[in-house]
């Protein structure tokens, strides 16, 4: 079955950077995007970073510039690298992959705060 494994949360302070990944098993063909969502505390899911199997990407407004996904073919691995943190980045942190099927990871927390 499909999984997506996600790693790279923690605590960080204003201003610094994690780097997020999320690798994925049992799929390795017919996909057509992977994306990064996540959840704030009392918030609803919200998309922050979107890649496409032709490689164009999109990002929420509030990480532009700050963020940036990009991916490994080789080790069927999407990353976030994440600068420049403010305390409303924190939340919950999901991949996601659509193809056929939609999936998701479990989430890691992300915490940014002094």
């Known amino acids: 079955q499909v999984q997506l494994v996600e790693s790279g949360g923690g605590l960080v302070q204003p201003g610094g950077s994690l780097r997020l990944s999320c690798v994925a098993s049992g799929i390795d063909r017919g996909i057509w995007s992977r994306a990064w969502y996540r959840q704030g505390p009392g918030k609803q899911r919200e998309l922050v970073a979107k890649m496409s199997l032709g490689g164009s990407t999109n990002y929420a407004d509030s990480v532009k510039g700050r963020f940036t996904i990009s991916r490994d073919n080789t080790k069927n691995t999407v990353y976030l690298q994440m600068n420049s943190l403010k305390p409303e980045d924190t939340g919950v942190y999901y991949c996601?992959?659509?193809?056929?099927?939609?999936?998701w990871g479990q989430g890691t927390q992300v915490t940014v705060s002094s």
């Open positions: 996601n992959v659509v193809g056929l099927s939609e999936y």
